[in-house]
């Protein structure tokens, strides 16, 4: 085992290769596999680890001002999409900067977008926010 698997939790102790399958947790002096994720204070995890990568990416995504101003202009829009184009002025950001925060919005599944001639019209893909949402008061209550 590397140094460089290994990640502290402060709660839960030493994380055996967090990139592997087959993660494991060194608690109270012996290992426990996810599958019997048994703690000492009788908790484990409300996510399995894709639920918890997907909710991530989300949140990651959800992390910028400037891309929540973009799903704020989209989400009051009265066709309910927006051209990329139009995301310029009010948001005081270039062109290619509003380029990168659409694909990240886009590759963590919060918005979808339709190319219609040089440009792409954005939408929020059904129920991806409120999807975020549920997901993470489930996880934290």
Not at 36 to 48: E, H, I, T, V, Y
Not at 110 to 117: C, M, Q, T
Request: hydrophobic share 45%; glycine share 8%; charged share 20%.
């Amino acid at each position: 085992m590397s140094h460089d698997s290994l990640s502290f939790g402060w709660r839960v102790g030493w994380r055996v290769g967090r990139e592997s399958t087959q993660e494991a947790d060194l608690v109270c002096c012996f290992v426990v596999s996810n599958e019997s994720a048994a703690r000492c204070d009788g908790a484990g995890p409300k996510l399995d680890a894709a639920s918890a990568l997907l909710l991530a990416d989300r949140l990651g995504a959800l992390a910028d001002p400037v891309r929540l101003q973009i799903l704020s202009m989209i989400s009051t829009s009265p066709d309910g999409e927006v051209c990329a184009c139009d995301f310029v002025g009010p948001i005081s950001k270039s062109q290619p900067t509003v380029s990168h925060h659409l694909k990240v919005l886009a590759e963590a599944g919060l918005v979808d977008g339709d190319k219609r001639g040089r440009w792409i019209w954005y939408r929020l893909a059904p129920g991806a926010v409120n999807a975020t949402t549920a997901a993470l008061l489930d996880a934290t209550s």
